[in-house]
């Protein structure tokens, strides 16, 4: 597969200026607090077309709100959304959010923003280990509570006008790490997936900076190949790292690792770095919808099976400082 680089189009609709969301709430990005720190921003009224209930566990009823198309005539593909929040926070219904799946509805897609157990909240660790077994069962409950909201849709794909073979996963954040961590799953046949139909893939998955949790060393997919991938990622990101971190066979491995690994067994791709950036990326959901609605054509719909890979730099952008942050910044020493 050659590597394609079609910036131009996939570019376009882009506003370099970065009068930026927040989290998905418009605003100056360089005045803004963090997105794990936005924690109460509402809509101001509900947006979304229905909430059901998808799963029912031990400490809590878990629920997804549901954006549908004006069009109501035949199925249509769906894309999931899973918000970010350091694993502490749900954002599951602030303003960005609503806005962004309301978009994607008006688009012709039933988007669903889906919630999950937040495995680190409350949670204080000492050292990178402790953080990283804690991690490592946060990331775990998000995944599996994913798992369960995509079984939910399959099950009434009909009553929601739901093409099942069309889902779309995106994530933000913490989760860009659960959809992203989602398909590693499936692409491996673990334990966690097992409950996905036999033979069932993700059509596609969108990362807003995110990565993969791995105890088996670098990322490989010994089942089946990932579904075609697109990566938002800012290079100075520290929070979710845009590299990787490792501790022998246990690993967390960010966007530019794993596009090394997507180039090394050609499986499509495209990832938009955007350089000297940190973990704001996170929140562009909004910013780079014409570039989610283009990945979506050209690898989900088209399937083309190319390798895009841009950076953007803009010389003239004031870099966010609120947003150099780390995880010891949020969880503790």
Known sequence: MKRVLIAIFMLSGINLAYAQVVNGVDGDLNQAAPAEQVTDSMAASPAWDMEATFAVRDTCSLSMDLYFPKDECGKHPCVIFVYGGGFINNNQREAGVVKYCRRLADAGYVTAATN???????????????????????????????FSAVQHLI?????????????????SSAGAI?????????????ALAAAMPEGFRFAGVI?????VFSNNGKCKWSVQPPAPTLFFHGTSDELVTYDKIQFFNMGFYGTKSLVERFEKFDYPYMCIRF?????????????????????????????????VDITVTDPDMDIAKPWAFSAKDIYGK
């Open 116 to 146: 999950y157990r937040l495995g680190l909240k409350g949670i204080k660790n000492k050292g990178l280990l402790s953080m990283a077994k804690s991690l490592d069962n946060a990331v775990r409950l998000s995944t599996e509570d994913l």
């Open 155 to 171: 099950t009434f794909a009909d009553e929601y006008n739901i093409d099942p073979s069309q889902i779309i996963l995106v994530g």
């Open 178 to 190: 659960t959809v992203l961590q989602a398909d590693y799953e499936l692409g491996n046949g673990t």
């Open 207 to 211: 990362s807003f900076s995110g990565a």
């Open 275 to 307: 350089n000297n950036r940190y973990h704001e990326v996170a929140a562009f959901m909004n910013t780079c919808f014409d570039q989610t609605l283009g990945f979506i054509q050209q690898f989900v719909r088209d399937k083309k099976n190319w390798q």
